[in-house]
């Protein structure tokens, strides 16, 4: 069974910061790779993906994959207090996806 | 946007009575999941259906049931609802996982009190 973990389990950060969250798993044979965001009382929603080995841009977001290490991590430039939200990671192994507990993100003016 | 819709958005259930949530999607999508979340447990996957009158049994589906008549509909049955399952359900669709690589959409959620 896919294990994914998070980390940090929380973050405070102030308007501005560059922000890192990370997330760990441990079938070498994933192949999709996902970042959720979650506000307070909402839906998870997706946020931005990546499928092969390096690094993709969207934004103020930006995803890191190294598949070898079986690490992704997600960055964001100029955090923004609606930035504010859990994070959730998700990785599919066969057709289930796996969600890791989450980081919760906030983001002080 | 694709749109999945959950009812009850609350409800509140007697220990050991049965309780039915029902997910309805009209994206026209293969895939269904049910999840829990509970606070500290991120979302965990109970069970999902990648067609209409089969379902798979997810990570935790001991205690439920679920069920896929059509497409469009995938419900979630308690038969004997418990304290610890007390949690906030989400229903999920997409129109693939794995080669297809596409997004899950979530519904608002139902959160379940049991007492």
């Known amino acids: 069974q896919q294990n994914v973990q998070q980390s940090p389990e929380s973050l405070i950060v102030p308007e501005g910061a560059r922000t890192s969250l990370n997330c760990t798993f441990s079938d070498s044979a994933s192949q999709y790779f996902w970042w959720y965001r979650q506000h307070s009382g909402k839906a998870p929603k997706a946020l931005m993906?990546?499928?092969?080995?390096g690094e993709k841009e969207e934004g103020r977001f930006t995803i890191h994959l190294n598949k070898a290490s079986l690490h992704f991590s997600l960055h964001i430039r100029d955090s923004q207090p609606s930035d504010s939200a859990l994070y959730l990671c998700?990785?599919?192994?066969?057709?289930?996806?796996?969600f890791g507990k989450g980081t919760s993100l906030v983001v002080h003016p | 946007e694709a749109a999945v819709t959950q009812s009850p958005r609350s409800k509140v259930a007697v220990t050991g009575g049965k309780v039915t949530l029902s997910c309805h999607q009209t994206?026209?999508?293969?895939?269904m999941y049910w999840y829990r979340q509970d606070t500290g447990h991120g979302l965990r996957l109970i069970h999902y259906?990648?067609?209409?009158?089969?379902?798979e049994k997810g990570d935790i589906p001991d205690g439920y049931k679920a069920s896929r008549p059509s497409q469009e509909n995938f419900s979630l049955i308690l038969e004997l609802a418990s304290l610890s399952q007390t949690a906030v359900y989400f229903c999920a669709s997409s129109d693939g996982w794995g080669t297809s690589a596409e997004t899950l959409y979530f519904g608002s959620g139902t959160r379940l009190t049991v007492l």
């Open positions: 993906s990546i499928f092969s080995n």
């Open positions: 259906s990648y067609v209409a009158d089969s379902t």
């Open positions: 998700a990785v599919n192994p066969n057709y289930k996806p796996t």
């Open positions: 994206n026209n999508h293969d895939y």
